[in-house]
């Protein structure tokens, strides 16, 4: 069975900067990719960065130069760094596991993301 333990999340000033992690109870590389989403009140939930088994990166246009995925495979460990930080990005931050073929993805608890004066 596979954990995903995220943390990193509050609250910071618009403008500010977080660091999101995710820490996983198996071999990082045994997935097709792993990423980040997030979902604000009332939204569905959408990706905002993902990186691939091979090192592929791709990010919704809004974080765009702002946000930045990596991985540490030794710690089996993926973060997002997340930089000028606006209101808009404020949402509960999911990190999730793409099991391909295994249609059924794994998802964190969750961590909340408020962008607030």
């Known amino acids: 069975q596979v954990h995903l333990v995220e943390s990193g999340g509050g609250l910071v000033q618009p403008g500010g900067s977080l660091n999101l992690s995710c820490s996983v109870s198996?071999?990082?590389?045994?997935?097709?990719?792993m990423g980040w989403y997030r979902q604000a009140p009332g939204k569905e939930r959408g990706l905002v960065a993902r990186i691939t088994r091979i090192g592929a990166i791709e990010y919704v246009d809004s974080v765009k130069g702002r946000f930045t995925i990596s991985r540490d495979a030794a710690k089996n460990t993926i973060y997002l760094q997340m930089t000028t930080l606006k209101p808009e990005d404020s949402a509960v931050y999911y990190c999730?596991?793409?099991?391909?073929?295994?249609?059924?993805?794994?998802w964190g608890q969750g961590t909340l993301v408020t962008v607030s004066s």
């Open positions: 198996h071999n990082i590389f045994a997935f097709n990719a």
């Open positions: 999730n596991v793409d099991r391909w073929p295994n249609p059924t993805p794994l």
